[in-house]
């Protein structure tokens, strides 16, 4: 099991949520000040190093026009980390592919990365939540085919080494693909794509990438897993699915008592309590399945989101989007969702929102690493198969 | 209703009525057979209407992106239905889809109406001609679809499951026609010289889309085009105000 400190480097000093539409796309920047903006990165940089100097990983990831996530250039972040660390491997998830307009430039971008770090790159691909296609101006229509085009054409300039090479596909085209440098780690950077659907995890197993979803909870994540097996095995790579091929990223605080536990875990709850986002951002047309949509208009509620904005700590920890306690009863809580889902190998931890400050940031970083990783380590061995008992005897017999 | 199949698309077309035909082009809505302004054509007219692709029934090919798209696929339904020349009537996203088709082949249209049409920009740079209906919430949309949005509220709970896919399905189709570049071609206003044909400009007063100055100023770049306004309606001006939108259509295109 790897584990890996994450946090949205959200800008949290706004006013009362009724005084604006959105947290959003809309939020006027006037409400940023620079200069505390500047030492929220210091500081979150220096949260980074800190989970490095414990044996945890770094990730980061991007969003734009929004006080949630003051990351609008997530390769910019990781090329300082590059140079901030020294052994932490480095997680971006991600590259939102489909709302970017050159492939090849992150290819390229993810290549100086992974050389500055003498290979430490983990390349994570992510079709983008709904309130990125305004920001980016981004049509929310054929966002899955985009982001799927572009990550081929992406790998493929990672790998060609001999002069150029044209693509014309449907949303890309470039006669001249012959980027310099080429990554660091052969053939390329691992792949990482995030998705919180079945159909779209049993593409990435397909294609054997590392499959990330973020906040799907037991039962979802169950289901992504299990399809990201199916896709891998109907693509003919096997019957075993390595545990290092999945990524769960739950909410998480461990504290060394119960109470700062609850305290720190309420703080994180800002993740989800502040996305203060209106409908029209929240579901452009296009970016759900239209079968999806016709349900929402009968009533149904989008997954997961209208469920965690209003659910307690408890709630939230029974249903496996949050993780918190002393180091016995967040292991116990991995654990127990770790059975669940059928094993998997990396947990990104969602260490940091907020209004949780450096010295409970860090607090709960140590008390994790020091505490709870260790064990699972020891348990949850990075080559062991993924799946349910049944699945993994069928493998063996 | 038949399925006409173009260009390897399934589209789907209404007729009605009998008598010199019209083309209609519907708007984002998506083409109701049930609209009374509908019927009001249809009582002197035959009227042809297709669902464009990706709207109604009609098949949506991967290739197909763009208005233009469109244009060059209906060419081709005129083509197969044996209609020479004909008078059109286009109402919003199917104005802009008549106004392409024109200005790529003028010879085949005897008479336009362009109903609060989209389709060009004429406006500075910082300024959106049309505003962003994807970024205000839908009672906004609505209050600048109709002057009485009152009246146009839609009963969710009465749809079948397939009316509210169709629904969904041309919401979807209609960001992708009309994204980027927002609700315009570039190129189309300097193509729109080209139309010969007698050209009426629509719009209701009340229309929170088409602004007066946009409608006068896409006029101007035909050559031998008028505007009309009908009060007491928004955008969605043939569902507001049918019998003066029937009316105004049908003695435009009654004259020689």
């Not at chain 1, 929004?66 to 980390?81: E, F, I, K, Q, R």
């Not at chain 1, 995030?194 to 994540?221: C, E, H, M, N, W």
């Not at chain 2, 007729?15 to 109701?32: D, K, M, N, R, Y």
């Amino acid at each position: 099991m790897r584990a890996w400190h994450f946090t949205e480097t959200a800008y949290p000093f706004l006013p009362p949520a009724d005084e604006y539409d959105s947290i959003r796309v809309t939020l006027p920047s006037r409400l940023y000040d620079p200069k505390k903006g500047a030492e929220l990165y210091d500081r979150y940089l220096t949260e980074w190093q800190v989970a490095e100097a414990e044996g945890v990983n770094i990730m980061v990831n991007e969003h734009h026009q929004t006080a949630t996530c003051v990351d609008p250039a997530a390769p910019l972040m990781l090329a300082a980390l590059a140079r901030l660390t020294k052994t932490a491997r480095l997680l971006i998830l991600g590259n939102p592919i489909s709302n970017r307009r050159d492939p090849v430039r992150i290819a390229e971008e993810m290549a100086v990365i992974d050389i500055l770090s003498h290979g430490r790159v983990e390349a994570g691909f992510v079709r983008g939540v709904p309130y990125e296609l305004a920001a980016a101006n981004s049509n929310p229509v054929r966002s899955n085919e985009r982001h799927w085009e572009a990550l081929d054409l992406i790998v493929k300039a990672w790998t060609s080494h001999d002069g150029p090479f044209s693509h014309e596909g449907q949303f890309f085209h470039h006669r001249n693909v012959n980027i310099w440098p080429r990554p660091y780690q052969q053939p390329h950077p691992p792949v990482w794509v995030s998705t919180t659907s079945a159909q779209g995890a049993r593409r990435v197993g397909a294609k054997g990438y590392i499959q990330a979803t973020f906040l799907t909870g037991l039962d979802g994540t169950r289901a992504v897993f299990k399809a990201y097996r199916e896709g891998w095995r109907a693509a003919g790579r096997g019957h075993d699915v390595p545990m290092h091929r999945l990524a769960y990223a739950p909410l998480l605080y461990c504290a060394d008592s119960e109470q700062k536990a609850r305290d720190g875990a309420e703080k994180l709850m800002w993740y989800v309590r502040a996305n203060k986002v209106p409908p029209h951002y929240a579901n452009p047309p296009g970016y759900f399945p239209t079968d999806a949509n016709v349900k929402f208009l009968r009533g149904a509620s989008p997954p997961v989101v209208a469920f965690l904005r209003n659910a307690t700590i408890d709630q939230a920890v029974d249903s496996g989007f949050l993780m918190m306690g002393t180091p016995d009863k967040v292991y116990a809580q991995v654990r127990k969702f770790y059975d669940h889902v059928g094993g998997f190998g990396n947990l990104l931890i969602m260490g940091q929102a907020g209004f949780l400050d450096h010295g409970e940031t860090v607090h709960g970083i140590q008390t994790f690493a020091r505490e709870v990783l260790p064990r699972l380590q020891a348990e949850c061995p990075d080559m062991a198969v993924s799946g349910y008992p049944d699945e993994v005897k069928s493998a063996a017999g | 209703m038949q399925m006409i199949p173009v260009a390897g698309i399934d589209v789907e077309v209404h007729e009605v009525g009998s008598g010199t035909p019209i083309l209609f082009l519907h708007s984002a809505q998506g083409f109701q057979p049930g609209h009374a302004f509908i019927k009001l054509l249809a009582e002197t007219r035959r009227v042809i209407a297709p669902s464009h692709p990706g709207f109604g029934r009609s098949g949506l090919p991967a290739w197909l992106s763009t208005v233009d798209d469109i244009a060059h696929v209906y060419l081709e339904l005129m083509d197969k239905l044996g209609l020479r020349k004909v008078d059109v009537v286009g109402a919003s996203i199917g104005g802009w889809i008549a106004a392409e088709m024109a200005s790529k082949a003028p010879e085949r249209f005897r008479r336009l109406v362009l109903v609060s049409p989209v389709g060009v920009k004429l406006g500075p740079t910082d300024r959106l001609d049309i505003p962003d209906i994807f970024a205000m919430p839908q009672e906004a949309v609505t209050k600048l679809l109709f002057h009485n949005p009152e009246k146009a509220k839609v009963d969710i709970g009465k749809m079948s499951d397939d009316e509210l896919t169709i629904m969904v399905r041309n919401r979807e189709t209609l960001a992708l026609l009309v994204w980027e570049p927002w609700m315009h071609n570039p190129k189309l206003r300097h193509r729109l010289h080209r139309v010969v044909a007698p050209s009426l400009f629509l719009r209701g007063a009340s229309d929170g889309l088409v602004s007066a100055d946009y409608l006068a100023a896409y006029a101007k770049l035909l050559p031998n085009a008028t505007t009309e306004t009908i009060a007491a309606a928004g955008h969605a001006l043939p569902v507001e105000q049918p019998q003066a939108f029937a009316s105004s259509v049908l003695s435009f295109l009654k004259s020689e």
